[in-house]
C-alpha cells in the first residue's frame, strides 16, 4: 500500500504564476517531510523539509504547507521560473527509532514551467 | 570529487552476466541506501547499512547483494537479473543517529537495462 501519495503526474504552469503541487499520506506517524526535486540524469536534491510541529515552512521562493488532520501537505513554488521544470517528489519519514532515516517517496510529480 | 558519486551511469548487461554498481561519498555520512526507481513507481528502498552495518533489507531478491566494506563506499552486485530488474539505481547517503537531520544526499544514479 503507497503511504505517500502523489495523485497528479504532472502540472503545467505559466512563469511568474504559482506552481501548487501536493502530497497525501496515510501514515498519522510520520513526523518528518520533505520535497526533493530531480532534474533528467540526476540524482533527487533536496529541496525543503517541515516538522510536523510545524504547519508552514518558507524557503525563499518555495514554501511547505502541512495540515496534519488531513494528513496533506503541498509545497508552492511563486514566482515559477523555467528552471524549476523537474519531477518533485514528496517524503515523509516515521518517528526518528535510533536507526537510519527511511524515507518513504510518493511516485513524483513532473511540472513544466512554460516561458 | 564531491557529494555522492556513482559508477557506472549507464549499464546494459545479459541476464547472465554479473557485475557491480559502487557508490562512494565524499561527505563523511555514516548511513547510506540503495533506491530503485521504475517508471511511474515510487523510489523503493531496497538497503539501508548503518556504521557499515545492514540494517535494512527490504524483501529484495537475492539476485542483489549489497556489500558495505567501509563508511565511505557501498556497492550492488547483481547476478542473473531480469529484464524487469531494469531501472534507475540511486546511493544516497546520510548523516545517521543526529535527530532532526533526514536530508539524504543522492548520487546520479545508474541507469540499468537487462536484456
Known amino acids: 500500500d503507497q503511504q505517500v501519495k502523489q495523485n497528479s503526474p504532472s502540472l503545467s504552469v505559466q512563469e511568474g504564476r504559482i506552481s501548487i503541487l501536493n502530497c497525501d499520506y496515510t501514515?498519522?506517524?510520520?513526523?518528518?517531510f520533505l520535497w526533493y526535486k530531480k532534474y533528467p540524469a540526476e540524482g533527487p536534491t533536496f529541496l525543503i523539509s517541515i516538522s510536523s510541529i510545524k504547519d508552514k515552512n518558507e524557503d525563499g521562493r518555495f514554501t511547505v504547507f502541512l495540515n496534519k488532520s488531513a494528513k496533506h501537505l503541498s509545497l508552492h513554488i511563486v514566482p515559477s521560473q523555467p528552471g524549476d521544470s523537474a519531477v518533485y517528489f514528496c517524503?515523509?519519514?516515521?518517528?526518528?527509532?535510533?536507526?537510519?532515516?527511511?524515507?518513504?517517496f510518493g511516485k513524483g510529480m513532473k511540472l513544466t514551467v512554460n516561458p | 570529487e564531491t557529494g555522492v558519486t556513482q559508477t557506472p551511469r549507464h549499464l546494459v548487461m545479459g541476464m547472465t552476466n554479473k557485475k557491480s554498481l559502487k557508490c562512494e561519498q565524499h561527505l563523511g555520512h555514516n548511513a547510506m541506501y540503495w533506491y530503485k526507481q521504475s517508471a511511474k513507481k515510487p523510489l523503493e528502498l531496497m538497503f539501508v547499512?548503518?556504521?557499515?552495518?545492514?540494517?535494512e533489507n527490504n524483501s529484495v531478491p537475492s539476485r542483489f547483494s549489497p556489500e558495505c566494506p567501509n563508511s565511505s563506499h557501498l556497492f550492488l552486485h547483481l547476478h542473473t537479473l531480469q529484464p524487469e530488474d531494469s531501472a534507475l539505481y540511486l546511493c544516497?547517503?546520510?548523516?545517521?543517529?543526529?535527530?532532526?537531520?533526514?536530508?539524504?544526499?543522492f548520487g546520479p544514479g545508474t541507469r540499468l537495462t537487462v536484456l
Open positions: 517524503a515523509a519519514i516515521p518517528p526518528f527509532k535510533g536507526g537510519s532515516e527511511k524515507l518513504v
Open positions: 544516497a547517503s546520510s548523516q545517521d543517529g543526529q535527530g532532526g537531520i533526514y536530508e539524504q544526499f
Open positions: 501514515n498519522s506517524m510520520f513526523d518528518y
Open positions: 547499512y548503518s556504521l557499515e552495518e545492514r540494517v
